[in-house]
């Protein structure tokens, strides 16, 4: 599939302010959330603009955006409508979660129920998205569970390092340490999930082939010949995307460094440099942790598509699938 | 409304012979032109006179070779258009309504006043029946020529689709696949007409007829496939014959 870049800037971005959401909401449940007016402003506004800027970039892509709204209708049937829907329900706890969590327009028990609902709705969110590319049986890459699993833990994963990042550059000590064991920890089941995905994608048997796809299959090896067209067509630059396997052997090796391993390098290090009253060194990784989440999650998802394969190539020379 | 009908009153569709298409691309060329000037006008196209022409059509003609295990090969054309599922996957994706599968008849559309150009439905749609148009920004697709084959000013054996019409090999059939006594549904039921991508559990209303068996041309009395190598022997040759081979060998 085209790894278009709107989508991988959206699924990232609010994956990452998703994440934020959902452990702020648990640091309130934990009475450890710090309520102080500048650290609120610039947390909870960097989780909505993660929000906001993806939801916004994957409007970008559409043919039509000025008809987004209709998106909403058909909740019903279709993943994307139900992520839609979700995402706008969702900002409402969340929006006030945040007003009681800065401002304090309302007693914190209630901060805690609105920062539960909203982690749940933006769970739900990212499920919604997860299904959105999981449903699609023509994408045996992406039509597993592991799908969902990876949208799901990624999304809180990159969310947790950053916030562990930012609690510590305001010198809340115990949530940051919260927040770090929680990092760790999500790294830990990212890095699992991912290993899985990938062994799927090694190891599933073909749901579809060339002979099934022209019913041609019980004449024998069935190759193309002849294109019905000599230059390139939508389905082609749309879904006919194809990597060179060294290419991806080799991104999903930075995918794991700079995603995975890296990170949890920094957050164990920065730790000792923390607790060990080095709070600039330790800060300092942890701002590395944070870069290299972003650029081993961004390869992550670029080949999340790059190497997802279309039954419909199965008309143009692809074997099997 | 994206959410699909139970059961449809008919279910139109086509059935393409693969014994009789030549591949000779006149159905894709008819589909394009009729439509160009249909419900889903502009049929557009991208740099139509330039180096790279691109654009969008609603029919595709590939061609197969397979090869057995004996290594026999047996060329096939393979028209390739909307198949108007029954369980079609492109219209329960469709976030906003745009695509649809019609209740009278089975005909799947796109609603292209609504369509938001998300593309979702191409990537459901496991036959790549479905073509975006960049320039419209909204997702196009064979509308079994809805436009046509309802037709009233139309004279009556002119009212099936563009590319059943212009077929000259007589591929190409069109009918209700719903009726087990119709045209089509009988030619279905006597040549084995098959699904394709059965798997992806589509329930396509169209159906393929799969190429007869080939006579492969080796033994008996048919004509051989290849010249026999020169015979070297004079063995049984006439006297003239030898004395000409000892002066040229
Ligand atoms: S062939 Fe594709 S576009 Fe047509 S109904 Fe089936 S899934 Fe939808
Ligand atoms: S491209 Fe249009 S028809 Fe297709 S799923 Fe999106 S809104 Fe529906
Ligand atoms: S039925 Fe009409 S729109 Fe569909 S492929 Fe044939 S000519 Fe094209």
Avoid at chain 1, 211 to 227: D, F, N, P, R, Y
Avoid at chain 2, 60 to 68: G, L
Avoid at chain 2, 79 to 99: F, I, M, N, W, Y
Avoid at chain 2, 226 to 241: C, N, Q, R, V
């Amino acid at each position: 599939m085209h790894p278009a870049k709107s989508v991988i800037f959206f699924t990232t971005a609010s994956g990452a302010g998703y994440g934020m959401m959902i452990w702020l909401g648990v640091l309130a449940a934990l009475g450890m959330l710090p309520q102080e007016t500048v650290f609120g402003i610039l947390v909870f506004g960097l989780a909505f603009a993660l929000i906001v800027g993806g939801l916004l970039s994957s409007t970008f892509h559409l043919g039509r955006p000025e008809r987004a709204w209709r998106a909403m209708s058909q909740w019903r049937t279709s993943w994307l409508s139900r992520e839609g829907l979700a995402a706008i329900i969702g900002f409402v706890p969340l929006g006030l979660f945040a007003l009681v969590a800065i401002f304090s327009i309302a007693d914190m028990a209630l901060g805690v129920v609105l920062g539960l609902v909203g982690a749940a709705m933006a769970l739900l969110t990212l499920y919604c998205t997860a299904m959105i590319y999981a449903s699609l049986k023509t994408i045996p890459a992406w039509h597993n569970r592991w799908t969902v699993a990876g949208y799901l833990v990624l999304g809180p994963m990159n969310g947790a390092v950053i916030l562990a990042f930012l609690l510590a550059v305001f010198g809340f000590e115990e949530a940051a340490g919260t927040m770090r064991t929680i990092a760790g920890v999500m790294i830990i089941i990212g890095l699992t999930v991912k290993t899985f995905y990938w062994k799927h994608l090694a190891t599933a048997p073909a749901t579809s082939t060339a002979g099934s796809a022209t019913g041609l299959g019980h004449l024998g090896k069935v190759e193309m010949t002849g294109s019905p067209h000599d230059q390139d067509n939508y389905l082609l630059r749309e879904m006919g995307f194809r990597i060179a396997r060294k290419h991806a052997r080799k991104l999903g090796r930075i995918a794991i460094v700079l995603g995975f391993w890296m990170p949890l390098a920094c957050l164990l290090v920065a730790g000792i440099f923390l607790d060990g009253g080095l709070p600039a060194a330790g800060i300092a990784l942890l701002f590395v942790a944070v870069i290299a989440c972003q650029i081993g999650i961004t390869a992550e998802r670029w080949l999340f598509f790059a190497e997802a394969r279309h039954a419909v190539t199965l008309y143009y020379g692809e074997k099997a699938l | 409304m994206t959410s699909l009908p139970k059961t449809t009153a008919k279910k139109l569709g086509l059935v393409v012979d693969l014994d009789i298409c030549v591949g000779c691309h006149a159905c894709a060329v008819n589909c394009k032109e009729w439509n160009a000037g249909a419900k889903s006008a502009p049929l557009t196209d991208y740099d139509p006179y330039g180096k790279k022409p691109d654009g969008v059509w609603f029919n595709r003609v590939h061609t197969y070779e397979t090869t057995d295990e004996a290594g026999h090969g047996q060329t096939v054309h393979f028209p390739r258009s909307c198949l108007h599922c029954e369980d079609a996957p492109c219209v329960t994706v469709c976030p906003t309504g745009a695509s649809y599968k019609r209740e009278e008849d089975g005909i799947v559309l796109v609603n292209e006043d609504i369509c938001i150009g998300c593309k979702l439905c191409s990537w459901a749609c496991p036959y790549g029946a479905r073509e975006y148009d960049e320039n419209e920004g909204v997702m196009k697709k064979c509308t079994l020529c809805v436009d046509k084959i309802y037709n009233e000013n139309l004279p009556e054996e002119s009212r099936v689709p563009a590319c059943v019409s212009t077929c000259p090999a007589g591929a190409r059939s069109f009918g209700d696949l719903g009726d087990p006594d119709s045209e089509v549904s009988k030619l279905v039921a006597a040549r084995g007409g098959y699904d394709l991508m059965p798997e992806q559990g589509t329930k396509p209303v169209n159906k393929y007829l799969p190429p007869r068996p080939r006579q492969d041309g080796r033994g008996g009395d048919k004509a051989p496939r290849m010249l026999e190598h020169a015979d070297d022997s004079t063995e049984g040759a006439g006297l003239i014959a030898r004395w000409v081979d000892k002066i040229l060998s």
